[in-house]
Structures are given as C-alpha cells and as structure tokens.
C-alpha cells in the first residue's frame, strides 16, 4: 500500500491529522451507504437497461464502501505518531 503511505504523507504536509483523515473516511462510507439504501430501497420499474444500471450502481457502491472500510482498518491500525518518511525516487 505505498500509494496509502503518499496519500497520508501528503496529508501530513497539509496538517491532517489521523482523527482528520479517519473522519473523512467515515463521512465517506456514510454517503455512500446512504446513497446505496437510497438505490435499493427505490421500487420503481424503468426497464431492463436501467435496472442493468442499477445492479452495476450497487456493484460500485459496495465496492466503494468495502474500500474505504479497508483504509479505516489500515489507518487505524498505525500508532498515531507514526512519522511517514519520503521515499527516494
């Protein structure tokens, strides 16, 4: 996970701090899981095409929050001041 390490690096260049990047996380999945009960609990029928768009939306969407999920669990998993060292090009 090397790009983690230069995404957090780079918010520690801005001051982020692990609270910080945590809660953006978590504002993150929230949409997310809203927007994804918003689509399956939607019982309209618009037809084949769309409902192919749906499934492949909530394809997406459950992705999107098993990622971020997965940051939490990472960040979470670092001790809070844990220095990210640059990497030499």
Same mark, same amino acid.
């Given at each position: 996970m090397?790009? *983690?390490e230069?995404l957090?690096?780079? @918010?520690c260049?801005?001051?982020?701090?692990?609270s910080e *990047?945590l +809660? @953006?996380?978590? +504002?993150?999945?929230?949409v997310?899981?809203?927007t994804?009960h918003?689509?399956q609990?939607?019982?309209?029928?618009?037809? =084949?095409e769309?409902e192919?768009?749906?499934?492949?939306?909530?394809r997406?969407?459950?992705? +999107?929050?098993?990622?971020?999920?997965s940051? *939490?669990?990472y960040?979470?998993?670092? =001790?809070e001041?844990?220095? *990210?060292? =640059?990497t @030499?090009?």
């Amino acid at each position: 996970m090397d790009w *983690v390490e230069t995404l957090l690096r780079k @918010s520690c260049e801005n001051t982020l701090t692990k609270s910080e *990047v945590l +809660h @953006s996380l978590f +504002h993150m999945i929230e949409v997310n899981e809203k927007t994804l009960h918003q689509i399956q609990s939607d019982t309209r029928n618009f037809g =084949p095409e769309l409902e192919e768009l749906k499934q492949t939306e909530i394809r997406d969407l459950d992705f +999107h929050l098993k990622f971020y999920r997965s940051l *939490v669990n990472y960040i979470n998993s670092m =001790p809070e001041k844990k220095t *990210v060292e =640059p990497t @030499s090009r």
